[in-house]
């Protein structure tokens, strides 16, 4: 069956009620990342009818040209036009459940099963997973002292509580978030125990709506990995599947860069796998279904330099970009592994593809995004970049990015994981 792919982007300022007030750039990005949604179609058997494509929902003003190769098999429709066309054959499937969604797919006519928005809601919030958040030491023995994940808080006392908590654990920094965050929005960031008035205001703007905040130290993180569920309903006989897991593509200052997408199918995130099934299983009794997915890191302790587990910091009732990533998997020839990645353009005039195949480079380059965007050309880039040399693969994405980007983390080469990488640490 064709499926209607709704690229929702901004999924949590729906949840929240501020779709409305998305800064300008990150609603222009969002727009330019929707077709890459359609990367999680399927491709179109050969001689099918160019009318069961699978069809993206794009605006009016973003209606995407150049197609890559990696798109040529969706179709990009906007909302005018699909209000005049037979639906009936197509599988309606937005980036995420929110009321606005359900909203578009019961104006088309569509025929849909989706999950009660406010469980949607609580599920990708910090109530659901502020109880179930912790870290793992990576060995049975005992461990001195334990470390702490997000404390949700309702007031300002019980923030500075948590900040000098973590304090006392040889935390320097902390982040908090707000109950429905995405990305690196709606949070703010600080250091010690004082609390400046711009981060008390922000706090009390939440608090006087009756919204926790969750209180986070600030780890230092080895390593990264989104893990991908699909949740059936809790009427159906089916199991919670696992997708896969994508190891995370970040920056220097852990901002999130792209996914590494292999065909390997274990990983140091194996064990995460049992408490996030445990998650997405506390998901389901609440009546949520669908895709969901979950964040898990390789922290370092603040005090000894040793690593440990957070097996999910994140939880996602939506499609994930981690998601995306793993339907590019059919791309890569034995022995090869991928990067996708996600990066800016910065020049005004936007003329220039950042992900051009270099000679020599023995790095294939395969673009993920329209060139154009109605009248525009894209500034916000996606491409998959493959070789089956990690080290030169990640020495090229660095060098387009301009930023030192950090490739997977190879626990296989290091004697015990619990001190893998160590040797640079100074308490």
């Known amino acids: ?21 998305v800064p300008a750039m990150a609603r ?55 209000s005049r066309k037979d639906l009936a054959e197509y599988e309606y499937q937005p ?22 928005p406010n469980v949607v809601k609580f599920v990708n919030s910090r109530e659901f997973l502020a109880p179930l958040d912790g870290c793992w030491p ?13 404390r949700l808080c309702c007031s300002a006392a019980q923030v500075s509580e948590a900040l000098r908590e973590f304090a006392g654990l040889g935390f320097a920094k902390w982040v908090i978030k707000s109950n429905l965050s995405q990305a690196s929005r709606n949070r703010v960031c600080g250091d010690g125990i004082e609390i400046s008035a711009s981060t008390q205001n922000w706090l009390q703007k939440r608090f006087v709506d009756k919204q926790p905040v969750d209180v986070e130290p600030w780890f230092e993180r080895v390593a990264e990995c989104g893990l991908q569920f699909e949740v059936p309903p809790l009427t159906s006989d089916q199991t919670i ?36 099934r445990k998650i997405a299983a506390a998901a389901r009794e609440l009546g949520f279904f669908g895709p969901i997915g979950m964040d898990c890191m390789l922290v370092r302790h603040p005090i000894d330099g040793k690593i440990w587990l957070r097996p999910c910091h994140d939880v996602n ?7 995306v990533a793993l339907s590019l998997r059919h791309w890569l020839q ?64 660095s060098e387009i990015l301009s ?20 040797e640079k640490f100074s308490p």
């Not at 996708?340 to 936007?350: I, P, R």
Request: hydrophobic share 40%; aromatic share 6%; proline share 5%.
């Open 317 to 323: 009732g939506r499609f994930t970009m981690g998601r």
């Open 138 to 150: 990576l060995s049975g023995e005992a461990e001195a002292g334990e470390l702490p994940g997000g």
């Open 241 to 276: 599947e696992y997708i896969g897991g994508c190891e995370m593509l970040t920056d220097d200052a852990g901002r999130y860069r792209g996914s590494i997408v292999s065909t390997a199918v274990d990983g140091w995130w194996q064990s995460a796998l049992v408490p996030c």
């Open 1 to 21: 069956m064709p499926q209607l792919l709704l690229p929702n982007l901004m999924f949590e300022d729906e949840l929240d009620g501020i779709a409305h007030r």
């Open 28 to 82: 222009k990005s969002a727009g330019q990342l929707a077709a890459v949604m359609g990367l999680l179609g399927s491709s179109t058997e050969s001689g099918a009818a160019s009318d069961q494509h699978d069809i993206v929902i794009v605006d009016e003003d973003t209606v995407p040209s150049e197609i890559p190769t990696a798109l040529q098999h969706v179709r990009f429709e906007t909302h005018a036009s699909l």
């Open 334 to 397: 034995p022995g090869e592994i991928g990067f996708w990645c996600h990066g800016v353009e910065k020049s005004h005039t936007a003329s220039r593809n950042l992900f051009v195949e270099q000679p020599g480079e023995n790095v294939r380059i395969m673009p993920t995004s329209p060139a154009r965007y109605g009248s525009e050309r894209t500034t916000f880039q996606t491409a998959l970049l493959i070789s089956a040399d990690c080290c030169r693969l990640t020495t090229v994405v």
């Open 95 to 116: 980036w995420g459940w929110s009321k606005a969604a359900i909203n578009l797919g019961a104006k088309l006519g569509l025929r849909f099963s989706a999950p009660d």
């Open 403 to 422: 930023q030192n980007i950090r490739g997977p983390f190879d626990a296989l080469n290091v004697s015990d994981l619990r001190t893998a990488a160590n």
